[in-house]
């Protein structure tokens, strides 16, 4: 029989961390331990609840959690996307700790840029580039936008896009009469790709922003919430995206994920995973997930970094490169 325990942590991070939504000085999260009172086995995982974005983000999150975690029942998992994250994460953890892994692997990652001031975004770029990364992702429509044109003119003026490859995310700050024009002045400086240039819930509209755009066109915010494989594939099959992004903590876990890239597969749309600013247990419980399917492309689990009270982990960065190390201990929770 398993039991849980589940208490709150709050992430700070080092600097402040800006989307077009909001800025966030910390960040908060749950952590679950389940226990097997059996042999005593053990499992530790993350509940990542993103205030603002997840689909759970509701007045009795904390109450209906805890009641959860005082009545654990493996068969009766909430159907909350943290949540599930959190279940499958522990269940991940605890497999590994009773088979540990004994190779290496790791994952070419992308530099996440925060939005900032036009002179504290040159300077992340640049620390980036002098790290060694050929992929990065910047968060724009946080400033001036001719701002934003003119760090991207900066990068192609020392990068051709043949050496480093550009995503942006808009967090859907583009509203459905801007975005064509805004795309198109993108496109001049060889743009991969851009995530939800306009906010999420508008289908029709991204279809026509899909179809006509310059640059390809990931989903990201409009995955949250839809937990219907029928609806799901309406809003692949309406909006025909070139790219999904995939938080497996804010679409639903990680068999849910699963049913995403089935989804996306079949229609020969591409995809890659991206943490949801989780700690370091949630964004190892990523790297093991994404094993099974071998990728390729830069994913985005860069997150790791970003905080002064992170847990230990057997991932690290070298370069471009996130790796695991089986050498090293599993994620530990902190002291409450």
């Known amino acids: 029989m398993l039991k849980a325990h589940i208490f709150p942590y709050r992430l700070q991070f080092k600097e402040a961390a800006t989307t077009s939504r909001s800025t966030m000085l910390d960040k908060e999260t749950w952590f679950i331990k389940l226990t097997d009172e059996t042999d005593g086995s053990r499992g530790i995982g993350e509940i990542p609840i993103f205030r603002g974005l997840s689909a759970e983000d509701t007045p009795d ?187 497996p903590a804010l679409c639903g876990g990680f068999e849910s994920a699963d049913r995403w890239i089935k989804l996306a597969t079949d229609r020969k749309i591409g995809w890659w995973a991206t943490s949801a600013l989780e700690s370091n247990v949630g964004l190892t419980a990523i790297a093991l997930w994404l094993r099974k399917y071998n990728v390729t492309m830069p994913q985005g689990l860069g997150t790791g970094a970003l905080y002064t009270n992170n847990v230990d982990s057997p991932l690290y960065l070298d370069g471009e490169n996130l790796i695991f190390d089986p050498s090293k201990p599993l994620p530990e929770l902190p002291a409450q």
């Open 61 to 247: 999150f904390t109450s209906a959690l805890l009641k959860f975690g005082e009545n654990f029942d493996l068969d009766n998992i909430p159907e909350m996307s943290s949540v599930k994250f959190g279940v499958e994460s522990a269940l991940s953890d605890m497999s590994l700790r009773q088979k540990q892994i004994t190779a290496p692997f790791s994952y070419r990652i992308n530099g996440l840029i925060w939005m900032g001031s036009k002179e504290e975004m040159y300077r992340r770029i640049c620390e980036k580039l002098d790290n060694g990364f050929k992929c990065l992702k910047l968060k724009i429509g946080g400033i001036d936008f001719e701002n934003e044109l003119d760090l991207l003119r900066f990068i192609r003026s020392k990068f051709s896009a043949d050496t480093l490859e550009l995503r942006l995310d808009a967090n859907g700050s583009f509203s459905p009469e801007n975005a064509l024009e805004r795309l198109s002045r993108l496109s001049k400086f060889e743009i991969h790709s851009i995530e939800q240039p306009i906010k999420q819930k508008q289908l029709e509209a991204m279809a026509r922003i899909v179809e006509k755009s310059p640059i390809a066109i990931a989903l990201d915010e409009e995955l949250i919430g839809t937990w219907d494989d029928t609806q799901r594939a309406e809003v692949l099959d309406t909006v025909k995206p070139h790219y999904i992004i995939l938080k």
